[in-house]
Protein backbone atom coordinates (compact mmCIF):
# COMPACT_ATOMS: atom_id res chain seq x y z
CA UNK A 1 0.00 0.00 0.00
CA UNK A 2 1.47 3.23 -0.86
CA UNK A 3 1.86 5.66 1.69
CA UNK A 4 -1.17 8.36 0.01
CA UNK A 5 -3.10 5.17 -0.13
CA UNK A 6 -2.16 4.09 3.49
CA UNK A 7 -2.51 8.03 4.99
CA UNK A 8 -6.34 8.88 3.02
CA UNK A 9 -7.84 5.29 3.96
CA UNK A 10 -6.77 5.81 7.55
CA UNK A 11 -7.87 9.45 7.89
CA UNK A 12 -11.61 8.73 5.88
CA UNK A 13 -11.38 5.49 8.39
CA UNK A 14 -10.83 7.25 11.25
CA UNK A 15 -13.95 9.87 10.60
CA UNK A 16 -16.20 7.67 9.40
CA UNK A 17 -15.39 5.40 12.58
CA UNK A 18 -14.83 7.34 14.91
CA UNK A 19 -18.47 9.36 14.24
CA UNK A 20 -19.88 5.98 13.13
CA UNK A 21 -19.40 4.03 16.83
CA UNK A 22 -17.30 5.13 19.71
CA UNK A 23 -17.08 1.27 20.97
CA UNK A 24 -16.04 0.11 17.38
CA UNK A 25 -13.21 1.03 15.57
CA UNK A 26 -11.68 0.28 12.31
CA UNK A 27 -8.05 1.10 10.73
CA UNK A 28 -6.06 0.13 7.83
CA UNK A 29 -9.07 -0.98 5.58
CA UNK A 30 -8.11 -2.37 2.43
CA UNK A 31 -9.18 -4.16 -0.77
CA UNK A 32 -7.80 -6.25 -3.38
CA UNK A 33 -9.68 -7.13 -6.62
CA UNK A 34 -8.56 -10.77 -7.60
CA UNK A 35 -10.36 -10.76 -10.97
CA UNK A 36 -12.83 -8.79 -12.33
CA UNK A 37 -15.53 -10.88 -10.68
CA UNK A 38 -13.90 -11.27 -6.91
CA UNK A 39 -12.39 -9.28 -4.19
CA UNK A 40 -11.72 -9.17 -0.68
CA UNK A 41 -10.96 -6.73 2.56
CA UNK A 42 -9.20 -6.29 4.99
CA UNK A 43 -8.71 -4.48 8.39
CA UNK A 44 -8.08 -4.50 11.92
CA UNK A 45 -11.64 -4.25 14.41
CA UNK A 46 -10.93 -3.06 17.68
CA UNK A 47 -13.72 -3.41 20.32
CA UNK A 48 -13.46 -0.21 22.98
CA UNK A 49 -16.34 -1.24 24.68
CA UNK A 50 -16.95 -3.11 27.80
CA UNK A 51 -19.25 -5.76 26.07
CA UNK A 52 -17.74 -8.35 23.80
CA UNK A 53 -19.67 -7.96 20.53
CA UNK A 54 -20.00 -9.81 17.02
CA UNK A 55 -19.44 -9.21 13.50
CA UNK A 56 -22.67 -10.87 12.01
CA UNK A 57 -22.56 -9.02 8.66
CA UNK A 58 -21.52 -7.06 6.07
CA UNK A 59 -23.02 -4.95 2.93
CA UNK A 60 -21.39 -3.25 0.23
CA UNK A 61 -23.47 -2.44 -3.31
CA UNK A 62 -20.03 -3.21 -4.94
CA UNK A 63 -21.06 -6.88 -5.44
CA UNK A 64 -23.90 -8.86 -6.00
CA UNK A 65 -23.00 -10.74 -2.60
CA UNK A 66 -20.68 -9.92 0.36
CA UNK A 67 -20.15 -12.25 2.75
CA UNK A 68 -17.58 -12.89 5.81
CA UNK A 69 -15.09 -15.18 4.97
CA UNK A 70 -12.55 -17.54 6.12
CA UNK A 71 -10.34 -20.58 5.11
CA UNK A 72 -10.08 -23.54 6.63
CA UNK A 73 -7.82 -26.79 6.13
CA UNK A 74 -9.58 -29.87 4.60
CA UNK A 75 -8.49 -33.35 5.22
CA UNK A 76 -6.43 -33.72 2.13
CA UNK A 77 -4.22 -30.84 3.33
CA UNK A 78 -6.12 -28.16 1.23
CA UNK A 79 -6.78 -24.73 2.46
CA UNK A 80 -10.23 -23.33 1.18
CA UNK A 81 -12.36 -20.28 2.10
CA UNK A 82 -15.55 -20.69 3.52
CA UNK A 83 -18.62 -18.61 4.30
CA UNK A 84 -18.52 -17.74 8.06
CA UNK A 85 -22.29 -17.51 8.77
CA UNK A 86 -21.95 -17.05 12.63
CA UNK A 87 -19.73 -14.27 12.03
CA UNK A 88 -16.26 -13.00 14.32
CA UNK A 89 -16.64 -13.10 18.02
CA UNK A 90 -14.49 -9.62 19.08
CA UNK A 91 -14.28 -9.69 22.96
CA UNK A 92 -14.61 -6.36 25.06
CA UNK A 93 -11.03 -4.45 24.37
CA UNK A 94 -9.95 -6.72 22.07
CA UNK A 95 -8.92 -6.62 18.01
CA UNK A 96 -9.92 -8.87 15.40
CA UNK A 97 -7.75 -9.00 12.13
CA UNK A 98 -9.25 -9.31 9.02
CA UNK A 99 -6.23 -10.55 6.64
CA UNK A 100 -4.85 -12.19 3.68
CA UNK A 101 -4.93 -16.31 4.09
CA UNK A 102 -7.49 -15.59 7.50
CA UNK A 103 -10.88 -13.96 8.25
CA UNK A 104 -11.83 -11.28 5.57
CA UNK A 105 -14.68 -9.59 3.75
CA UNK A 106 -15.60 -11.27 0.26
CA UNK A 107 -16.98 -9.86 -2.87
CA UNK A 108 -18.11 -12.29 -4.82
CA UNK A 109 -19.92 -10.68 -8.66
CA UNK A 110 -18.50 -7.22 -8.77
CA UNK A 111 -20.44 -5.17 -10.26
CA UNK A 112 -17.03 -3.78 -11.64
CA UNK A 113 -13.21 -4.39 -11.71
CA UNK A 114 -12.01 -2.80 -8.80
CA UNK A 115 -9.29 0.27 -9.59
CA UNK A 116 -6.47 1.21 -7.14
CA UNK A 117 -6.84 4.40 -5.18
CA UNK A 118 -11.09 4.10 -5.57
CA UNK A 119 -12.65 4.27 -2.19
CA UNK A 120 -15.88 1.58 -1.39
CA UNK A 121 -18.38 2.11 1.47
CA UNK A 122 -18.84 -1.34 3.19
CA UNK A 123 -20.96 -1.62 6.59
CA UNK A 124 -19.93 -3.70 8.98
CA UNK A 125 -23.03 -5.01 11.06
CA UNK A 126 -22.40 -5.84 14.55
CA UNK A 127 -24.52 -7.99 17.36
CA UNK A 128 -24.43 -4.90 19.21
CA UNK A 129 -22.52 -1.36 18.16
CA UNK A 130 -25.12 -1.76 15.15
CA UNK A 131 -23.79 -0.87 11.97
CA UNK A 132 -20.73 1.23 11.31
CA UNK A 133 -19.67 2.52 7.85
CA UNK A 134 -16.03 1.76 7.07
CA UNK A 135 -14.53 3.89 3.25
CA UNK A 136 -11.90 0.80 2.09
CA UNK A 137 -9.27 1.97 -0.20
CA UNK A 138 -8.32 -0.25 -3.19
CA UNK A 139 -5.16 -1.06 -3.14
CA UNK A 140 -3.07 -3.33 -5.98
Not at 23 to 42: L, Q, T
Amino acid sequence: MSFKTFTLSALATLALTSAASAEMMVHDAYARASNKMAGAAFMEIMNHSDQDDRLIDVRSDVAKKVQLHSHKEDADGVMKMIHVEEGFAIPAGATHLLQRGGDHVMFMGLSHELQDGEVIPVTLVFETAGEVVVEVTVDQ
